[in-house]
């Protein structure tokens, strides 16, 4: 298939992440400057405007963090707090519905990731894109071994 990506490929909100990311930075920076600006604060109140800054920050880190990459040996999607690693057999379905928050796959073992790396938020085109070619991958690479692709048991 020609129009599949290129292995290895990362699959992340950028729109949605450059805010983020962009905020934290802005949130930090202001809430930094009002500690060091206003005279009435002791040495104490400046460090916890510092430290709430700092924890806002982290905060709009860590939303910013999903991503899925696929290489030649799976998938590893990283969600705000978990990441997982998956073999692209044990991967059966990628969906992304029409008012789906973001991808969902569907797994051998009988359970649905959310794969918050392709959210179809502000770029729903680029969002539909990926999920294409992340689905491409998916029939693609579970070809090999298609009993374990299907859920069913092998033997």
């Given amino acids: ?6 292995l290895p490929v990362t699959f992340r909100p950028g729109h949605v992440r450059a805010v983020l990311l962009t905020a934290s930075v802005a949130l930090f920076a202001v809430i930094t400057a009002v500690a060091v600006l206003l005279e009435p604060l002791t040495p104490g109140e400046r460090i916890s405007f510092v ?3 700092a924890l806002i920050s ?3 880190v860590l939303l910013a963090r999903p991503k899925v990459g696929a290489d030649d040996s799976g998938v ?8 997982r690693r998956l073999a692209w057999p044990e991967i059966l379905q990628v969906n ?3 008012g789906d928050p973001w991808v969902f796959l569907d797994l051998s073992d009988g359970t649905t990731l959310p794969a918050l790396g392709i959210q179809p938020g502000i770029a729903r085109k680029r969002a539909l894109a990926d999920a294409r070619a992340l689905r491409a991958l998916v029939e693609a690479r579970s070809l090999h071994d298609p009993e374990l692709s299907r859920g069913e048991p092998q033997g």
């Fill in 76 to 83: 590893t999607v990283v969600n705000i707090a978990s990441r």
């Fill in 1 to 6: 298939m020609s129009d599949l990506p290129a």
């Fill in 58 to 60: 982290g905060v709009l």
């Fill in 51 to 53: 430290f709430t800054g």
């Fill in 96 to 98: 992304l519905r029409t």
